[in-house]
C-alpha cells in the first residue's frame, strides 16, 4: 500500500515495527546492507508516523529519504493499517507519507516483508529443523514463513513470471490445532479465559506466559510470575521445560497446516523473535514430528523442509526489497 509522488534521490527508510520494538535503518540501493540500523520501544511512540520521525530526527537528522517501507505487525488493507498489539490507533500510509515529507512510501505487513526476504536468505541466515535440507527443496515452489514473537505472523510466498508474490494474511488468528489430551486441557482453560482459542494466543510472548501458567493450574500447582524471557531461561525447571515443549509442538502442528494449506513444498521458514533463543528446544522437541506427522499426508509433509531463520534483519531485507518492486525505474543519485 503506497501512496506519493514519486522517488528522487536518496537513500530509502525501511523498518520492522512490532508490538514492542520498531526497529529502522537506511539503505542505499536494492543490494545495500541496511545502515543507522537502531531499535525504538514501540510504546515510547505515539503511532508509525511519530516513531519514524523520531528515528529520522535522532539517528539520520541529514537524511531526507526518497522512499520508505514501513513493516508492521498488523494487518493491512482497505487504504488502512493497524498495529494489533502496539496500542496504536489505526492508519494511512498517506498521513505517514504527509508527516515524513516523503515522496514514496509503503506500508505492508511485516510478514510480507519476511516473505519478501526468503529467496535472499543464504545458507549462513537458516538452521535446518529435521527432514529434508533446503537446497533440496523443490526449487521454484510456493514458500511460507510462520514466526511467534510478541504476535504470531504468518505468510506465504508464490514464484510467478513476474517474480515472487507475497500472499500476507492474519494466520496467527486460526485456532489453535491441539494434538493430545494435555494440549485440549490448555485450550479449555483458554477459552474459558478469553472467550476464544486462537493460535496467537498460544503461540506468542504472552502465549508462552499463559502455557504456563495453565500447566501449572492443570497440576494443581502455583505458576508464579515467570516472564516469557524467565520460561526461556529456565530449562532446568520441569514446568517451563514442558512449557516450551508444548509450545514446540503447537507450532509443529501449525506450520504443517500452513504447508498444506499454501501447498508450500519449497519450504517453511521460522522467524519471530522467540526461537532463535530457545533453537536447542526446537531441535530436540516434537515439532518435526508434529510438522508430519498428518495422516494421510505424512509422506507429502516429510518432502517439506523446515528452517530456522537466523538472520539479524530479514524484515528489513523484505522492506527493500517490497521497494525494488514498487520502484523498479529508481536510480539513486
Same mark, same amino acid.
Given at each position: 500500500?503506497?501512496?506519493?509522488?514519486?522517488?528522487?534521490?536518496?537513500?530509502?527508510?525501511?523498518?520492522?515495527?512490532?508490538?514492542?520494538?520498531?526497529?529502522? &535503518?537506511?539503505?542505499?540501493?536494492?543490494?545495500?546492507?541496511?545502515?543507522?540500523?537502531?531499535?525504538?520501544?514501540?510504546?515510547?511512540?505515539?503511532?508509525?508516523?511519530?516513531?519514524?520521525?523520531?528515528?529520522?530526527?535522532?539517528?539520520?537528522?541529514?537524511?531526507?529519504?526518497?522512499? &520508505?517501507?514501513?513493516?508492521?505487525?498488523?494487518?493491512? #488493507?482497505?487504504?488502512?493499517?493497524?498495529?494489533?498489539? &502496539?496500542?496504536?490507533?489505526?492508519?494511512?500510509?498517506?498521513?505517514?507519507?504527509?508527516?515524513?515529507?516523503?515522496?514514496?512510501?509503503?506500508?505492508?505487513?511485516?510478514?510480507?516483508?519476511?516473505?519478501?526476504?526468503?529467496?535472499?536468505?543464504?545458507?549462513?541466515?537458516?538452521?535446518?529443523?529435521?527432514?529434508?535440507?533446503?537446497?533440496?527443496?523443490?526449487?521454484?515452489?510456493?514458500?511460507?514463513?510462520?514466526?511467534?514473537?510478541?504476535?504470531?505472523?504468518?505468510?506465504?510466498?508464490?514464484?510467478?513470471?513476474?517474480?515472487?508474490?507475497?500472499?500476507?494474511?492474519?494466520?496467527?488468528?486460526?485456532?489453535?490445532?491441539?494434538?493430545?489430551?494435555?494440549?485440549?486441557?490448555?485450550?479449555?482453560?483458554?477459552?474459558?479465559?478469553?472467550? #476464544?482459542?486462537?493460535?496467537?494466543?498460544?503461540?506468542?510472548?504472552?502465549?508462552?506466559?499463559?502455557?504456563?501458567?495453565?500447566?501449572?493450574?492443570?497440576?494443581?500447582?502455583?505458576?508464579?510470575?515467570?516472564?516469557?524471557?524467565?520460561?526461556?531461561?529456565?530449562?532446568?525447571?520441569?514446568?517451563?521445560?514442558?512449557?516450551?515443549?508444548?509450545?514446540?509442538?503447537?507450532?509443529?502442528?501449525?506450520?504443517?497446516?500452513?504447508?498444506?494449506?499454501?501447498?508450500?513444498?519449497?519450504?517453511?521458514?521460522?522467524?519471530?523473535?522467540?526461537?532463535?533463543?530457545?533453537?536447542?528446544?526446537?531441535?530436540?522437541? #516434537?515439532?518435526?514430528?508434529?510438522?508430519?506427522?498428518?495422516?494421510?499426508?505424512?509422506?507429502?509433509?516429510?518432502?517439506?523442509?523446515?528452517?530456522?531463520?537466523?538472520?539479524?534483519?530479514?524484515?528489513?531485507?523484505?522492506?527493500?526489497?517490497?521497494?525494488?518492486?514498487?520502484?523498479?525505474?529508481?536510480?539513486?543519485?
Amino acid at each position: 500500500m503506497s501512496g506519493g509522488l514519486g522517488p528522487g534521490p536518496g537513500p530509502w527508510l525501511v523498518a520492522d515495527v512490532g508490538g514492542t520494538n520498531a526497529r529502522f &535503518a537506511l539503505v542505499d540501493d536494492p543490494d545495500g546492507i541496511p545502515y543507522r540500523v537502531k531499535s525504538l520501544r514501540t510504546r515510547d511512540h505515539a503511532g508509525l508516523a511519530e516513531a519514524a520521525a523520531a528515528y529520522l530526527a535522532r539517528h539520520a537528522p541529514d537524511v531526507r529519504p526518497s522512499a &520508505a517501507c514501513l513493516a508492521v505487525a498488523g494487518p493491512v #488493507a482497505g487504504g488502512t493499517y493497524h498495529l494489533t498489539n &502496539a496500542g496504536w490507533p489505526k492508519g494511512t500510509p498517506e498521513e505517514v507519507r504527509a508527516h515524513l515529507g516523503v515522496p514514496h512510501l509503503d506500508v505492508i505487513n511485516d510478514f510480507e516483508a519476511l516473505a519478501l526476504a526468503l529467496p535472499r536468505l543464504g545458507e549462513d541466515d537458516l538452521v535446518p529443523v529435521g527432514g529434508r535440507a533446503l537446497p533440496d527443496a523443490d526449487a521454484g515452489a510456493p514458500v511460507a514463513v510462520v514466526g511467534p514473537g510478541t504476535g504470531l505472523g504468518v505468510a506465504g510466498l508464490v514464484p510467478t513470471r513476474s517474480g515472487w508474490v507475497p500472499l500476507p494474511g492474519e494466520g496467527g488468528q486460526v485456532d489453535v490445532p491441539a494434538a493430545t489430551d494435555r494440549e485440549v486441557e490448555v485450550v479449555r482453560l483458554l477459552r474459558a479465559e478469553r472467550g #476464544a482459542a486462537t493460535a496467537e494466543h498460544l503461540l506468542s510472548g504472552d502465549g508462552l506466559v499463559r502455557v504456563h501458567r495453565y500447566l501449572a493450574a492443570l497440576d494443581g500447582e502455583p505458576a508464579g510470575t515467570l516472564t516469557a524471557e524467565e520460561i526461556t531461561e529456565r530449562r532446568g525447571d520441569p514446568l517451563c521445560r514442558e512449557t516450551l515443549q508444548l509450545f514446540c509442538a503447537l507450532l509443529g502442528s501449525l506450520a504443517g497446516n500452513v504447508a498444506l494449506t499454501l501447498g508450500a513444498r519449497g519450504g517453511v521458514y521460522l522467524g519471530g523473535g522467540i526461537l532463535p533463543r530457545i533453537a536447542d528446544v526446537l531441535h530436540d522437541s #516434537a515439532f518435526r514430528a508434529r510438522f508430519e506427522g498428518k495422516p494421510p499426508v505424512e509422506d507429502y509433509l516429510r518432502g517439506v523442509p523446515t528452517a530456522l531463520i537466523v538472520h539479524p534483519g530479514p524484515a528489513l531485507a523484505g522492506a527493500v526489497m517490497r521497494l525494488a518492486q514498487s520502484l523498479p525505474e529508481l536510480e539513486h543519485a
